[in-house]
């Protein structure tokens, strides 16, 4: 069974979520982006969209290619934000892994 929402269906763009999210980060460009809450560190949209570039280059110039994935492991880091969009924009795609499991969870959870 199918079943629709009330309200008008959502217009879905036809671009990739990384020109998506960031498509006005230029004229946001030295506004924050993201926050370590704990430390209070920040990152501007323009460290932001430097970081994917750098980090989607970086991807691409040790052999990472379209259809490629890369595991995340890591906490909730503004760096974290980077790495998920640099590997997007290189055309591959992330799986995350949880930073809190053990190097045998992480082995089984690959393996799959």
């Known amino acids: 069974m199918v079943y629709r929402s ?3 269906d959502v217009e879905i763009p036809d671009v990739s979520l ?18 370590e809450v704990p430390t209070s560190r920040t990152v501007t949209y323009g ?9 989607a280059a970086g991807l691409s ?14 906490p909730n880091l503004p760096e974290y934000a ?22 045998n969870e992480l082995r089984f959870q690959l393996s799959d």
């Not at 990384?18 to 926050?35: G, I, P």
């Not at 460290?47 to 980090?55: P, S, T, W």
């Not at 998920?84 to 290189?90: C, M, T, Y």
């Not at 795609?93 to 053990?102: I, K, S």
Request: some cysteine; glycine content about 10%; overall charge positive.
């Open 18 to 35: 990384t020109t998506f999210v960031l498509e006005r980060a230029f004229e946001h460009r030295d506004r924050a982006a993201l926050v």
């Open 82 to 103: 980077i790495a998920f969009h640099g590997v997007a924009s290189a055309g591959g795609a992330v799986h995350p892994a949880n930073p809190l499991l053990t190097a």
């Open 6 to 8: 009330p309200l008008p």
């Open 47 to 55: 460290d932001l969209v430097d970081g994917i570039r750098c980090f």
């Open 61 to 74: 110039r040790r052999g990472f290619r379209k259809g490629d994935a890369l595991t995340i492991y890591s």
